[in-house]
């Protein structure tokens, strides 16, 4: 549930507003008591430990290997030799000249 919050406790607070936004709070901004936004946390990549992981690929179902290569998908076309994808080519620090997949 998100807190309403106004725009002069916004300005006032702001450094305790993102405090509290790191910490997983969301606020709706109100002027003149209408709503004039919401503030929320962006959603951060975690950490996942190692044992985690072998736990969630224990229970996944098991995959054909040859059956997922039949499956087209435009991320796993074949390449020219020597192409570079727009994002490596972009990428000043880029180790490979294709995918590594």
Request: glycine content about 6%; proline content about 9%; hydrophobic content about 35%.
């Amino acid at each position: 549930m998100s807190q309403v919050i106004t725009q002069r406790e916004l300005r006032n607070g702001s450094g305790e507003i993102m405090r509290r936004l790191d910490e997983g709070e969301s606020f709706v901004v109100t002027r003149n008591g209408v709503p004039v936004g919401e503030l929320t946390p962006l959603r951060r990549f975690r950490f996942v430990s190692v044992e985690a992981v072998v736990q969630i690929f224990r229970t996944a179902p098991p995959i054909d290997a040859d059956e997922f290569r039949r499956i087209p998908t435009r991320s796993r076309r074949r390449r020219q030799p020597g192409h570079r994808t727009t994002w490596l080519a972009n990428d000043p620090h880029a180790e490979f000249s294709t995918p590594p997949w």
